[in-house]
């Protein structure tokens, strides 16, 4: 909102220092400062608030050090991150950008099943949460959104240059563009490294290629929210995790929108994506401001409402900048979480039917409870997960390639 106001205040009358709000840069740094101190600030009273109303986590006897101490910790702190996300990003962004408002619905929608599901567990004293079914019908809900929009909506496009642009004596020579609708994305690691969908699934009829691209929507979307659902297990984990990929695609997102670093990077240029950094920003400040609380020993928990909106954002800041193939390496800390559980049940449930006994290849799933199984300190775990996550990053990040 201040973005418009301010561009109007620029544009009608001219007045001095309006002009700032046009620059990303300079949103970006606001409104991750903003989700900072919303956090920061007003975390202590939201935390007062949440004990007081008696919002605590209940906990399952699993056998692990220091689980039983987390009783009672405040839950639900996922409302903290929403709302220092949500209201940066009104502040300080473009709000009818196709890619925010995406953006913006995934956090509420995601977060509002998160919300249920910590209710039903808080105050119906249903340690189950909401019915599993439910929560897919949520996820695949929002991936129908987000792949119907990317998929149709005029504005998702991206750009083809007849030629280099170029910077002389500090002149930016643009050359003739055309915005095109096309359904490219990126192949991380290879040199030709593009890759459309509408080749893809092409053979199957032009009825069927939106079929198929919603549908690995879908899949990407409930993939990473229940990644990030499951890594959310131990004290600044999941939010520690999340920071970093936040940051890492902040990074893409800047290099998207910018016609210079997209095509010196060999990156596709997206119009319009730069405005992903400002909620990138929010979310970023969102997960560091929510570890002041989070931190070893966790003064609150996210719950669901955080670790299953957070999942989701990611999925689909991914899908508008064309990497969600890349979330295999950016996500690595979410994807060894959920392939830890799934091995463990398919493995369990395998030698309970070949052999009459079930067994179990990690001391305990998702693959953080197994090193606490060990009498790792948590604290430990935690850091060495998010130096783990760093090198994801990093990867991720090498897969840039100058031209």
Not at 342 to 360: A, D, H, S
Request: positive net charge.
């Amino acid at each position: 909102m201040l973005y418009h106001i301010f561009d109007y205040i620029d544009q009608t009358y001219d007045f001095p220092g309006a002009g700032v709000f046009r620059y990303i840069s300079f949103r970006a740094g606001m409104a991750a400062l903003f989700s900072l101190l919303i956090t920061i600030t007003l975390g202590k009273g939201i935390i007062d608030w949440i004990r007081k109303k008696s919002i605590g986590e209940t906990v399952r006897e699993l056998g692990l050090q220091g689980q039983l101490e987390k009783k009672g910790t405040p839950t639900m702190g996922g409302l903290m991150i929403m709302a220092a996300i949500v209201l940066p990003t009104l502040l300080f962004a473009n709000i009818y950008n196709i890619y925010i408002i995406l953006l913006l619905v995934t956090t509420l929608w995601l977060g509002g099943i998160g919300f249920l599901d910590d209710y039903i567990k808080v105050f119906r004293k249903n340690k189950e949460g909401l019915a599993g079914w439910f929560k897919i019908i949520g996820q695949v809900s929002i991936g129908i959104i987000v792949g119907v929009t990317l998929y149709f909506h005029e504005d998702v496009v991206i750009r083809e240059f007849q030629d280099t642009v170029s910077i002389a004596e500090g002149v930016v020579a643009t050359p003739a563009f055309q915005d095109v609708k096309s359904m490219k994305t990126t192949i991380p690691f290879l040199k030709n490294n593009e890759l459309n969908y509408d080749v893809v699934f092409g053979f199957l009829g032009e009825n069927f290629t939106p079929l198929f691209y919603v549908l690995l929507v879908i899949f990407v979307v409930t993939a990473v929210s229940n990644g990030a659902n499951i890594t959310d297990g131990i004290d600044g984990l999941a939010a520690g995790t999340s920071a970093i990929i936040g940051l890492t695609i902040a990074i893409y997102a800047y290099i998207s929108g910018n016609a210079i670093f997209s095509q010196y990077l060999n990156v596709l240029f997206i119009p319009n994506s730069g405005e992903l950094v400002i909620f990138c920003a929010a979310f970023v400040g969102a997960c560091v401001g929510f570890l002041w609380y989070n931190s070893y020993p966790a003064q609150v928990f996210m719950g669901d409402t955080g670790s299953l909106m957070i999942g989701g954002v990611i999925a689909v800041l991914s899908l508008t900048l064309r990497k969600e193939l890349l979330l295999p390496v950016l996500c690595g800390i979410f994807l060894i979480e959920l392939l830890s559980v799934i091995i463990q049940v398919g493995y369990f449930k395998y030698t309970r039917r070949k052999y009459g006994e079930g067994k179990r290849v990690f001391l305990m799933s998702p693959l953080h409870h197994h090193y606490q199984k060990k009498n790792i300190p948590e604290a430990k775990i935690t850091v060495r997960f998010w130096i783990l996550g760093i090198l994801f990053a990093i990867l991720a990040l090498a897969t840039l390639k100058l031209r």
